[in-house]
């Protein structure tokens, strides 16, 4: 199991910073490691999807529960990858938040040998997610 970490502090408020993340339908926007997603069905906050991932278009199944106003929680359902990412915002005074992501996958059967790698790999695209996060924040 590979577990990535990531934060970046935005200037706009929490609420700016939580109308982003919790567009999951925008999320190839940001993630640049996601090609695109295919909702499969939405009860309240509850949303089974497939997405298409960058790599090699592989598609995985996955069930993302929105926490208003804080969290975004991806469970990997089926595919390739095992586990969750979870996105938080934190507001940091009445104009600043903090984003957050916190992966903790694995890889499934053959394209298990990828693991060793799948932890700087991850860690790019989310910095690079963030980074495209707080600036769609920032411009609201």
């Known amino acids: 199991m590979v577990r990535v970490h990531c934060e ?8 700016a910073v939580w109308a982003v993340v919790s567009d999951i339908d925008s999320e190839p926007d940001h993630w640049r490691g996601t090609r695109s997603v295919r909702n499969v069905s939405r009860r309240g906050n509850v949303t089974e999807r497939e997405i298409t991932l960058a790599f090699r278009d592989r598609v995985c199944g996955q069930r993302v529960t929105l926490e208003p106003p804080a ?12 586990g969750t990412k979870v996105v938080r915002v934190r507001p940091d005074g009445e104009s600043r938040a903090v984003v957050e992501a916190t992966w ?6 053959m394209m298990s040998v990828l693991a ?3 932890s700087s790999h991850i860690r790019s695209g989310t910095e690079q997610a963030l980074e495209s996060i707080r600036r769609a924040a920032e411009s609201r």
């Open 116 to 118: 060793p790698m799948l």
């Open 71 to 82: 969290v975004v929680r991806a469970e990997f359902t089926s595919g390739m990858i095992t």
């Open 8 to 15: 970046l502090a935005v200037a706009a408020p929490a609420g």
């Open 104 to 109: 903790e996958i694995g890889v499934r059967g």
